[in-house]
């Protein structure tokens, strides 16, 4: 575990464990660590960070189960905490605390008594803090401002876990295995993936969730909602994760790159995916059949062969299918879209093979490996009849729009009926 240590909050330091404020001295040039490189503006905080390389603990508990470790002298709060003496007790549950300002408020939940309400509208609660937090949010005010960086905010509380993203600090550890964070929030979540406890129940299906922001995004499944909107086209999700790794198809940025070949993608799970055309891994398996695919999305493709499910339907007419994607491209025999256009000419067409077939007319490209020969066949199904030495002739016309001579097809008939024989 991480040891706890000062804390910057503007132009101050607060000890927790000594439970004083001592002023900063501010120094025009910012101080480095030798350490990590980590650059701060006061000495303070750069001494509270040289701590947490060091593994000197100055206090430690005497408890044989306890982790808790302090670089002060005087953890005289956590000691109570082993104490049998829990000096404040809720008679309405199981609540105790040894502090009576968290008696107090949590008292405030069997009662119901929400003394801070807000003069801007109907808002009231029960602790001063939350208050004080809200009717921020009308002045748009952000008073708690990091002296590393530009962060502000509108709590102490926010700030005090902001400045460990600077110092490195994460005293909250998991005793299961070695994760560690810098809120207490993220280490109960973090416990549910031990506990397997889905807290977040949807209305509308059997979907479980972790956190309460997990189920907010899913439900937008059910409401249709797509709050995030690209600027520069009509694209919307549901996650600001996704509108971000949609952003950089209008980029050319491809910061992730293969370290075998020349591949480049624009997010992790995309080189995650092509790593597997190299190891060959297929980690997804079918339970009816032997299929096996790089990706969960090619299973539940292929999982609609066995079930027959065309969970995608034509609102123009009867035609369904298993994918997204055929019926885009079926949309387009109603709509008429052309979308894919050629730049020798003005051939348009609905699909993308269509358009890779027209432009061998162009390039006069004839991809398989018997493409040295005069009359070489686009489709490989055409080719296969042909020898490396004597290579036959197809007797129809090809798709290139030459056709065959008399002559060249007499050949074609000898060399078959030879074959025969």
Not at 98 to 114: Q, S
Not at 218 to 231: D, K, Q
Not at 290 to 313: A, D, F
Request: glycine residues 4%; proline residues 4%.
């Amino acid at each position: 575990m991480e040891p706890h240590f000062l804390e910057d909050f503007g132009s101050k330091i607060i000890d927790k464990d000594l439970g004083v404020c001592q002023k900063t001295s501010i120094i025009e040039r910012p101080l480095k660590c030798n350490e990590c490189n980590c650059i701060y503006p006061t000495f303070e905080i750069l001494k509270a960070h040289l701590l947490t390389h060091s593994s000197k603990i100055i206090n430690k508990s005497s408890e044989s189960d306890c982790n808790y470790s302090t670089l002060t002298r005087f953890p005289v709060v956590h000691k109570l905490t082993h104490s049998n003496k829990q000096l404040f007790k809720c008679t309405e549950c199981d609540y105790s605390s040894i502090r009576y300002n968290n008696f107090k408020v949590h008292m405030r939940t069997h009662t119901g008594e929400n003394p801070y309400t807000c003069s801007e509208c109907d808002y009231s609660c029960a602790q001063y803090g939350s208050w004080k937090a809200h009717t921020l949010r009308h002045t748009g005010e952000n008073p708690y401002v990091c002296n590393i960086c530009e962060y502000s905010c509108k709590t102490t509380g926010c700030l005090k876990v902001h400045i460990r993203t600077h110092t490195g600090e994460k005293p909250y550890t998991c005793t299961e295995c070695d994760y560690s964070c810098n809120t207490s929030s993220h280490l109960k979540i973090h416990m549910r993936t031990h506990t397997g406890e889905n807290p977040y129940t949807c209305r509308e299906c059997n979907y479980r969730g972790k956190t309460a922001s997990h189920l907010k995004v899913h439900l937008r499944i059910h409401t249709g909602e797509n709050p995030y909107s690209c600027i520069k086209c009509e694209y919307s999700c549901k996650r600001l994760s996704n509108l971000k790794r949609h952003i950089r198809v209008h980029s050319s940025e491809r910061p992730y790159t293969c370290n075998i070949c020349e591949y480049s993608c624009k997010n992790t799970a995309y080189l995650k995916v092509h790593m597997r055309t190299h190891t060959g891994e297929n980690p997804y398996t079918c339970d009816e059949c032997q299929y096996s695919c790089r990706t969960q999305t090619h299973l539940k493709v292929h999982m609609r062969t066995h079930t027959g499910e065309k969970p995608y339907t034509c609102t123009e007419c009867p035609y369904s299918c298993k994918t997204s994607g055929h019926l885009k491209v079926h949309m387009r025999t109603h709509t008429g879209e052309k979308p894919f256009t050629c730049s020798e000419c003005k051939f348009s067409c609905s699909r993308s093979s269509v358009l890779k077939k027209h432009l061998r007319k162009h390039s006069g490209e004839k991809p398989n490996p018997f493409s040295e020969f005069e009359n070489a066949c686009i489709r490989w199904e055409d080719s296969i009849t042909h020898s490396g030495e004597e290579p036959l002739n197809c007797d129809r016309e090809l798709e290139l729009g030459t056709g065959l001579t008399n002559e060249n097809s007499s050949e074609s008939s000898s060399s078959s009926d030879a074959t025969k024989l």
